[in-house]
Structures are given as C-alpha cells and as structure tokens.
C-alpha cells in the first residue's frame, strides 16, 4: 500500500479506504455510545486502540479531527436531533468534518476571531475566512467558530456552527506548506447555515471551545510519534553500531527516558478522563511536554545520521525511506497546532503556578 | 583583539548587500528551488549569471591572494562574503571553490593549477570537494575515506579510481571535482593519500541530484573506472594531511560566517513579525516569553559573528586555526538550526507555508549546518585538539 503513488509529494496521506474499512468495523469511534455508532467503551480502550493505529502507522488526522474532536464536541453539546444525524454517519468513517476555529488575525488569540454569522429571519448567513486548517479538502462539513453579537468581552458572542463545506458561497483553497499534509484556506461568503446546525448555546461558544480543546489534548498521538521516531533512530544507531559509543548511547537513552514520561503523562490525562475528571493544567503540560521532545530528536536523527537525515524519501537512498527528513519537516508544527507551546506554558504558569500579570 | 572591519570589508559588505536586495529577491530565490521530491534528473536550476555577476562584485577575489589575481583581504574578507551570501540564503559553489584554491595554493604540489586562479577569481571557474560516501562521513581525516586508486597497466604511472562519492555540495554545477585517493604502492597509511582536480566531464563519471530537505544543490557521484594522472595531482600524499587541514578550517571559518548570515535573517525576519504580529491585543514581541528568545539568539549570533573575524585575522596571520575552527563550525551549525527553528515558532503556521521566508531558513539550515562535518563530529575533533 505505501509505494511511491501515495507518498507523491503533495499527495495527501490520509487512506480513504482504510478510514472506511476501520469505520466498518465500528474502530473509529470506540468509546461513543453504542446508540450513535460507537463501541461504547472506555477512553482508556479508546487510546489503546488509537495507540495500535498510530504505530501501525496509519494517518491519524481525519480520525483526530472528525472522531476525537468534532464528535466530542457534538457528545458534549449537541442536540439530539444533532447527535442522531451527525454521529453515526461520522463513525462509520462516511463523514468527515474539520475544524474551522483559526483566523488570519486570530491564532493563538482565539478570542479575536473575526467570522461573522447573521441572522437573516430563517437561518444563518456566514461571512468570514479561516486559515490552516488540515483535511478540510476532505471533510463535507467544518465545525466553525463565528460572532453572532457583538459582546460584552470579546470572549462573548461566539458561536459554534457545523456548516456545509459544499454549499454555495464556501471556497476551500489549499494553501501548501513543508509538512505532508496540506493547510486550507476556507472563505464563506454568505453561506446559509440552519439553525439546526448551531450547537450548543447561542453567543456561549468560547467555554465549550476551551473544554473540548483541553480534551483534545491527551498528547497521545504526539506521544505515539515521538516513539516511532525514536525507535527508529535507535534501531538504526544499533544497526549500525553507533549505540556502542556512549555518548550516542547516552543521548539516545536520555531522550527514550523523556518518550517514556510523556508516555506517563498521557496515560494519567487518559484515565483522568476515564474518571471524568480531566486536570487542564496536566493536559497542557503533556501536550507541551510530548511535543518539545520532537526537536530533539529530529535534531539528534541529524547529528547522528549526518548529511544521510536530510534526505527525502523521494531520494531513494535516504535511511528509514526518509523518516527523518519528513519528521524534521512534521516538527515545527506540533509545537504550534491545537495550542502552541507559548500557550500551553501560559496555562501552567497561569493556572497550574498561580503567576499571573 | 582587534575585531572591527576596515572601510574595504565595509564597502564590500555594502555592495554585495545591494546586489542581493537587487538581484536575488525572495520571489527570485524561491523559483531556483525545485520542488519539494523532485526528481534525480531534475533540471539544475542554478543561474550562471548571477554567479558571474557576484563574482565581478569581486566575491571571490577579495579573498584570494595578489598573487593569485586577488584583492588579498584574506579570510576576513571571505567571511563578510560568506555572510552576505548567508544573509541572502544564496547557495552557490563560493566556499567550495575557494577551498580548493586554498589547496592549490597550499605548495602542496598543485602548482600546474596556478593559472587555473584568475579564472577563479572571475567566477569563470568552480570546484567542489567530493569527499564523503555516507553522510556521516568524518571530513577531517580523508585517508580514512579516501576512494581506492588502482595502477594501469603498462608503466603509464596513471591510476584508474572507482567508487561513489555522495553529498557532494554544488556537483551537477561546477566545473572541477576535488577527490582522494589512496596510492595503490605508496607507503604508510598517514601518507598514501594524494588530492586530485579532475574535470566533472571526464569520462566515467556520473552526476545525479540528490533530494534533500533545503531542495539545494547535493549530487551523487559515480566513478567508473576514472583515469588520473600526475596532470591532476593537486596536492601530494606528504603533504595532504597538512594541506587539507588547513584548507578545511579556512573553509569552515567561511562556512560559519555563512551560518552566522543565514541566523541573523533568519532572527530580522522574525523581530519584524514580532513587532508586526498582534496577538491579545499587543505586538507578540511585547510578551518577555518571546523577547527574551529573541534577545539571547542577537547576542549569541553575535558572539558567533566576531569569533568568525577574530578566528579568519588570526589565519591570515599565519595561526593555526583547525580547533577553533571545528568548534566555531559545530556552535554556528547549532545556532543556525535553533534560530531557524524558533523563527518558526515565533511566525506560527504562516512561517510553515511555502510561502513564507522561515521555513526555507530552517530548510537550508539543516543541510549548510552539516556540509563541513555535522556538529557532532566537531565537537569531538575540536575536543581532540583541546
């Protein structure tokens, strides 16, 4: 299956038919309840299997977005009606929605957002544009964030929409990057959305945003990517017999003893979910913790490997079918999406430490 | 220590910075890229013309020796070129081509190439060392990788050389390949390495683009059964340990000025998001969590930056640079993968798009980090001259 059609640069690495074949049978949305499609079990099942995927090294992104976002978003929030229509379908590995919160003005400071949704008697009109989101060339819906009054603080008045990526007036342009998968720059020009389509409160978005992104925040997959890293570049230092000098072994351990505390770290925000009493502040420091050590170890791959880790798997001679070099490329941006590293220190140090301006 | 730059080297910098802004824009310097997972065959991008424009600007002759058609500013003077190319991320064969010049000066045996100089000094002629199989290859000891040169029959006194060299920086453009080769007869191991100048054209060899991350200029090259003879002999197998230690840390000394460039463009570019980027309704760059980052890189690129002239005063001088030369290699190599990393972090998603300037700083930095030894084998060789 992997072969040079689907790593052709540009091509993007989501398997549609593996999706599919997972949504078949019921592994996409595990721990939802059995009426909405899922498998009814706990997030710690839940992680044991993504842990499986993401080793097996199939493409987590429409799953991350679609399942583990959206759909806990629409658990959390959602009507029943909403639930009813939206859920199953996305389970199935049939529907696919991406998440449309960041804007050219609004990144970190989310609360600048700029979107705006208009009552116009029967339904909403959306007017506004959203930047680098992933799969959305994918998705028939996204989950938009957009002002619906101008509020007291610009924390209020935000709304949340599921919109129809295929109606009239939505534009989705790619807007490519270094990274394997491409960002997209969605532009909704008057777009009609019901009011079916709102979830959960009018103008009270913002709190529902900031629960569901410290849920996102596990840091699983990252951890599950740092270790495939790691391992790699371990297998190779053994193969090649660097791992007997000691200074490489002594930084290849140093850097698998900091995999494995991520490791610890998301396990404990996994079952805190399990009791249902999730630690924002341990949620950001696994995200922040899990992702930092990517730099490292893209850097010690380049240290180690020499020149060998620049090369791309399009070389044909690149070490790992280019591993390193993609991962140097997939890096930067861990650090920076689904709250960056600034962000996540903020919390800590905010909520966790106490140290405010 | 005296570390401030004449009115030359100001002049100089001044020009070649002009040239740049001119010449070599953003825009243009992305359309020399090719894309990302292009092809071994793919067409070699790299303007001759604007080569031989920098070239009559005087980039390489400021450095070479009178003799030798120069200007005679020395090292120092190829530093503040090397950092201007750097500044522009212009990649071009500027520093191979004067280390072989530097070898060829060297009195090592080269001589016959001596007229071979202005044409240097014009642009008009380029060289590449090729000197690594893998790309964990020490630079610093080219016995221990040198390829295997067998006698041709017949008392002809010409050998027939075989093997692969790969990374080889700017290989598909110039014109000359610098190569090793152990004496198949010669005598012990320390001296039986000699350093040939062989035309790339020449029959049985084979260039291929090699893909890398900062898209550049990296060629594998074949050797099928190449003939070389004492026409070709740049430096002699007594003289090589010398003669190439010296030319690889003057080389290194350009390297890292071209890093220290590449770090401070890629540090401007950022101050200016910073200031510009409002995020919470204030510029990024009025959080401490972002200005102090910021401030420590200026200061340590500028530590890097006058190490860089002390060290290139102190060779023109006659010392003997090779440690403080691997060392400055290995702290430039870091400094221009950290600045670059953090100036992706500080522009977010923008700095990842094709677009942007940042992600081709952190692109080129990986690769120009690791071209005259990765950081790593450095350190240890600075460690083993301490």
Redesign the interface.
Known sequence: MAGLERS???REPHLPEVYRWLGERGWLAVSWPVEYGGGGRSPVETAILSEEMARAGIPDTVHVNTIQIVGLFLLLAGTEEQKARFLPPMARGELVVSVLY?EP?A???L??LQTRAMFDGDGYLLYGSK??SLTTQLAQYGLVAARTRGGQSRYDGITLFLAPLDARGVDVRP?????DER?NEVVFDGVWVDPKNVVGDLHDGWELINTALSIERTGLDYYVKMRRWLDTLIGRARNTGRLSDPLVGGRLAALDTEVEAGRAMVWNIISQLERDELDNVEAAMAKWYTTEVG?HIV?AA????????????????APADGLF?AA??EA??L???AG???IM?YLIAAAGLGLRE | MDVRLGDEMRLLRSVLARFFAQSWSPETARRAEP??????EAPVLFDGELWLAFARLGALEAGLPVEAGGAGLGLTAATVVAEEAGRALYQSPLNETLMVADLILSGGGGRRFEPLLAEIAGGRLTATPAL?L????RLDYPEETALKGLVEGGGSGRLRVGGTR??VSLGRVVDYLAIAVRLPDAGPASASVALYLIDRRRAGLEVRR?????RGE?A?VVLREVAVSEDDLLVRPDETERAYAEALARARVRQAAYLVGLSRQALDLTVKYAKER???GRAIGS?Q??AFRLAAMAARIQAARLLAWNLAWRSDRGEDIRRPAAGLAAMTGELA?EVT?ES??IH???????EAEP?RF??RA??E???WG????LKEEAGRLL
């Open positions: 052709a640069p540009r960041t003005n990144g970190s400071d609360g600048a930047i680098y807007l490519w990057n270094i990274t960002f730099r850097r380049q240290d180690l490997e020499g020149l060998e880790a620049v090369l791309s798997r399009w070389d044909g001679e070099e140097f490329r930067p941006g650090t920076i999406s960056t590293s600034e220190l | 894309p990302m997972g292009a092809q071994a690594r893998r790309g964990d290859d790969r990374f090699q893909d890398d991350v900062g990296l594998s409002e995020q919470f959080f969590s972002i993968r990393a992706l972090q977010g998603s923008f700095g990842l798009t094709e992600q952190y692109r990986a690769v980090a690791m071209l990765t950081p790593a084998e």
